[in-house]
């Protein structure tokens, strides 16, 4: 699957980008390129951004900088995106058994001496995998609906035929987003955590901000 689209790069892009930039770029100052930030299907933790989800991060992450390795990052590279998008997969299935969703991001980076390498790199294709960290409000499990963990279901179990998995509601926030250039040293992929509910903090909140901090230290 490919997680770095190329894009062509609209009069509204350059407005965009301009509007978010400190100095007013032209079109050959700029590298812009589209990323999968994320999608619909349930992932290796038995959990889903509901579409509706993938819509509430779409706002939340435009003006959010991504990050690629270390060697670059220690340089101060960074990618920031302009725009998102809910895209439709055509034809696709997620598990969970509705139409197939993703997140796209366009990202514009400032073309400078330092990250020629870098957008050629971007170019050739070698950076492809894409993680992303967000906070989200509510879980909820997919068999009958209540705050995840307060019902007897467990996500990965099927039940009736029916898998369990838990919809992560209502996102908070969007944090970075980052190439992962070395798959194997770090799992790719999504980074969730839920919010600490106002009035008590549940057991299943400190396993979520336990895993988000074992994320963190793998940058
Ligand atoms: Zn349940």
Request: proline share 3%.
């Given at each position: 699957m490919e997680t770095?689209?190329?894009t062509p790069l609209t009069p509204s892009d350059l407005d965009a980008i301009n509007a978010l930039a400190k100095t007013q770029l032209t079109?050959?100052?700029?590298?812009?390129?589209?990323v999968?930030?994320?999608?619909?299907?349930v992932d290796r933790d038995y959990?889903?951004?509901?579409r509706a989800s993938l819509e509430a991060l779409a706002k939340l992450f435009v003006g959010k900088s991504g990050i690629f390795d270390h060697q670059w990052s220690a340089k101060g590279q960074a990618a920031r995106l302009y725009k998102t998008e809910v895209v439709e997969e055509p034809g696709q299935?997620?598990?969970a058994g509705d139409s197939a969703w993703w997140l796209k991001g366009y990202a514009y980076m400032v073309r400078t001496e330092a990250n020629r390498d870098l957008i050629a790199e971007i170019e050739g294709g070698i950076k492809k995998e894409i993680s992303v960290?967000?906070?989200v409000n509510r879980s909820t499990c997919s068999?009958?609906?209540s705050v995840a963990g307060s019902c007897g279901h467990r996500r990965g179990q099927v039940y009736d035929g029916q898998l369990c998995f838990f919809n992560l509601e209502e996102p908070a926030d969007a944090y970075e987003w980052s190439f992962v250039a070395v798959p194997a040293q770090r799992k790719a992929g999504v980074v969730k955590a839920l919010r600490q509910p106002q009035e008590d903090q549940t057991q299943?909140?400190?396993?979520?901000k336990a895993r988000l901090e074992l994320e963190k230290a793998r940058f």
């Open positions: 770095i689209v190329k079109e050959d100052q700029i590298y812009t390129f589209a999968r930030l994320c999608d619909n299907e959990e889903r951004f509901p299935t997620t598990g960290g967000c906070a068999i009958c609906g299943f909140v400190q396993r979520a």
